[in-house]
C-alpha cells in the first residue's frame, strides 16, 4: 500500500470515528433495550470503539509491510 492511499484511508477512519461518535448518530443507541444485559447504550459504545480500533490495527499492519 503506498504511503498517501494509507494516510487517506487513516483519514477516513478518523472521520468515520468523528460522525459515529457525534450526536445524530450516537442518539440512535440511546434506547430502553439491553443486550446480554447490559444497557443498549455502553454496549453500542463499546462495540463503535472496538471496531475503530480493529479496523486501526489492520491498516497499521499493512501500512508496516
Known amino acids: ?16 470515528g468523528l460522525l459515529l461518535f457525534n450526536f445524530p448518530l ?3 443507541w440511546d434506547r430502553d433495550a439491553t443486550v446480554a444485559g447490559l444497557p443498549l447504550f455502553p454496549a453500542a459504545l463499546f462495540v ?13 499492519e499493512r501500512l508496516r509491510d
Do not use: K, P, Y
Open 1 to 16: 500500500m503506498t504511503e498517501r492511499l494509507g494516510r487517506q484511508r487513516l483519514l477516513a477512519l478518523f472521520a468515520a
Open 26 to 28: 450516537l442518539a440512535l
Open 48 to 60: 463503535i470503539w472496538g471496531g475503530l480500533i480493529v479496523v486501526l490495527g489492520l491498516l497499521s
